[in-house]
Structures are given as structure tokens and as C-alpha cells.
Nanobody
Framework: QVQLVESGGGLVQFGGSLRLSCAAS????????MGWYRQAPGKQRELVAD???????NYADSVKGRFTISLDNAKKTVYLQMNSLKPEDTAVYYC??????????????WGWGQGTQVTVSS
């Protein structure tokens, strides 16, 4: 089994910064990709950014130039540096990961963390 544990959320003022972390543990032989999604009240969960084990990244248009995703493969941890935060960034942020488990050759696991609240005050 694989677990994803997020940290780093909180309350920040407009224009401030936060750094989210998500550590993967358990039956993992290697990371395929990891990412961050968010869900605001009354809205669908949406992709914020994701990154492959090779370092290829993808960002939502709304966060380009403000957020940076990075991955430490050795620590199996993904980070999201969020700068110039806006009230519309307020949401629960969820970590997502796809990994090779190493239990059975080629077996993969895909799942979510528990979420961390980010609130940006105006």
C-alpha cells in the first residue's frame, strides 16, 4: 500500500507565499508522476500542476508564472511553491501520485492524499 501525506497549507494574505509538500511512502519502487490538484467550495477538482519523474511539468494557466512544482525522487516528495497568492487560489489542495509498487513487475498504484487547506485573505 502507498500513503501520501501533505503538509504546508494554511492562511496567508493576498500576495503572500506558501510551500506545500507531499511525501509518498509504502510499497514504492519508483515514481511515475506526482501532482497537485485543488477543489474550491462548490467547484470541481482541477489540476494545478504535475511533474513526471523525468522532470517534465504541466501547469494550469491560472497559476503559470506564480507556482512552481518540483520533485525529489530520492525522497519521493513533491513540492508546490506558491507565490503571489490570490483569494481565488483558496481551496483544498490534494496531492496525487502514480507509482510503480515493485510488488509485481509493472504493477502501478494511483491515488490521493488527504488534502490540505489553503486560504488566501484579501
Amino acid at each position: 500500500q502507498v500513503q501520501l501525506v501533505e503538509s504546508g497549507g494554511g492562511l496567508v494574505q493576498f500576495g503572500g507565499s506558501l510551500r506545500l509538500s507531499c511525501a509518498a511512502s509504502g510499497s514504492i519502487s519508483s515514481i511515475i508522476d506526482m501532482g497537485w490538484y485543488r477543489q474550491a467550495p462548490g467547484k470541481q477538482r482541477e489540476l494545478v500542476a504535475d511533474i513526471t519523474s523525468g522532470g517534465s511539468t504541466n501547469y494550469a494557466d491560472s497559476v503559470k508564472g506564480r507556482f512552481t512544482i518540483s520533485l525529489d525522487n530520492a525522497k519521493k516528495t513533491v513540492y508546490l511553491q506558491m507565490n503571489s497568492l490570490k483569494p481565488e487560489d483558496t481551496a483544498v489542495y490534494y496531492c496525487n501520485a502514480q507509482v510503480y509498487t515493485g510488488v509485481v513487475d509493472g504493477e502501478t498504484w494511483w491515488g490521493w492524499g488527504q488534502g490540505t487547506q489553503v486560504t488566501v485573505s484579501s
